[in-house]
C-alpha cells in the first residue's frame, strides 16, 4: 500500500496564496510515473488540476493554468502553489498519484485524504 498525505490547505482570503504538498509513502519500493491534483467544492463534482510526470512534463485544466503551478522534488513529493485565490477555489484538494512498485509489470492509482481550502473574507 502506497500512501498518500496532502497538507498545506487552511483559510486564505481572496486573492491570498497557498502552497499545498503531497507525499507518498510506502513500505516498499516504488516509482513515481505521475501526480496530480484533483479538487471538489462543496456541491460539485470532482475535477482534475493538474498532473505533473516523472520527466517533469506537466498539463493544467485550462481555467486554473497561470494561477496554479504543480511541481515535484523528484522524489516522492508533488506540490501545487496556488495564486490569485478566489471563493469558487474553495474544495477538497486530493492529490492522486500513479506508481509502479519495484519489479511489477504495471503500475496503480493512490489517493490520498485530501486537504480543505477556504477562500473566503
Known amino acids: 500500500q502506497v500512501h498518500l498525505m496532502e497538507s498545506g490547505g487552511g483559510l486564505v482570503q481572496p486573492g491570498g496564496s497557498l502552497r499545498l504538498s503531497c507525499t507518498a509513502s510506502?513500505?516498499?519500493?516504488?516509482?513515481?510515473?505521475?501526480m496530480s491534483w484533483y479538487r471538489q467544492g462543496p456541491g460539485k463534482e470532482r475535477e482534475w488540476v493538474a498532473t505533473i510526470t516523472a520527466g517533469g512534463v506537466t498539463e493544467y485544466a485550462g481555467q486554473l493554468e497561470g494561477r496554479f503551478t504543480i511541481s515535484s522534488d523528484y522524489a516522492k513529493t508533488v506540490y501545487l502553489q496556488m495564486d490569485s485565490l478566489q471563493p469558487e477555489d474553495t474544495a477538497v484538494y486530493y492529490c492522486p498519484g500513479h506508481l509502479t512498485y519495484h519489479g511489477a509489470l504495471s503500475g496503480q492509482e493512490f489517493w490520498g485524504k485530501g486537504t480543505l481550502v477556504t477562500v473566503s473574507s
Open positions: 510506502s513500505g516498499r519500493i516504488f516509482s513515481i510515473n505521475r
